[in-house]
């Protein structure tokens, strides 16, 4: 005999997590609190965002952790130039200064 309590899952495709996703970014909700409403785990979530975005979705995601960009080693070209400045735009008017020298 089948319970009452247990939920079957719903399969999703990738455009069912499109439009999902898209009701996100325009809730203000925190990613548990979307998922909570709409009864999904945060795992799947995660998964399919970065799915999506990998794809070539186009749209920006509010909430995705930072990606790490190697600037390669930073070698003074002429032994005379002894400073050193680096900028970072990090977005919404913060920016990173790095100074040597």
Request: net charge positive.
């Amino acid at each position: 005999m089948e319970t009452t309590s247990r939920r079957l899952r719903e399969k999703r495709g990738a455009e069912q997590w499109r439009v999902l996703l898209s009701r996100f970014d325009g809730s203000g909700l925190s990613v548990a609190e979307f998922c909570a409403r709409e009864g999904i785990s945060d795992t799947s979530f995660h998964r399919w965002r970065g799915r999506l975005q990998a794809a070539g979705s186009g749209k920006p995601d509010r909430a995705a952790p930072a990606a790490f960009l190697d600037a390669g080693v930073l070698r003074r070209e002429h032994p005379s130039a002894a400073r050193l400045e680096l900028t970072l735009d990090l977005g919404g008017g913060l920016q990173l200064s790095l100074v040597r020298g």
